[in-house]
């Protein structure tokens, strides 16, 4: 059993970041595939990032939508990944989700792909 514990969310003004952590405490996150959803009301769960576990070649993936503002990334030595969003948008309001899966060498998009999920933590951009 994983355990993932997210905080970092909040309310922000369009346009500015937000980092929140997902730390997986005594697990070798790197040894995980991690993903990031969000769901919004009224909207099914969506994948938003995903990368392969450290072993995995690194593959990640984004969903169109935050291209080249949202990052993901993990901290193997302090079993912590994140997700760097830049550039908020309204649109962008929801409740965000980490998850882990057991490792492949691919991102995998369906939420039941995914064993391991967070609390969740809100997100809220102002506009």
């Known amino acids: 059993q994983v355990q993932l514990v997210e905080s970092g969310g909040g309310l922000v003004q369009a346009g500015g970041p937000l980092r929140p952590p997902c730390a997986a405490p005594?697990?070798?996150?790197?040894?995980?595939?991690m993903g990031w959803f969000r769901q919004a009301p009224g909207k099914e769960r969506e994948l938003v990032a995903g990368a392969t576990w450290s072993g995995g070649g690194g593959d990640t993936y984004y969903t169109e939508s935050v291209k080249g503002r949202f990052t993901i990334s993990r901290d193997n030595a302090k079993n912590t990944g994140y997700l760097q969003m830049n550039s908020l948008k309204p649109e962008d309001t929801a409740i965000y989700y980490c998850?882990?899966?057991?490792?492949?060498?691919?991102?995998?998009?369906?939420?039941?792909?995914?064993?391991?999920w967070g609390q969740g933590t809100q997100v809220t951009v102002s506009s």
């Open positions: 005594g697990r070798p996150f790197r040894n995980y595939n």
């Open positions: 998850a882990a899966s057991t490792p492949r060498d691919t991102v995998y998009g369906r939420a039941k792909d995914y064993d391991y």
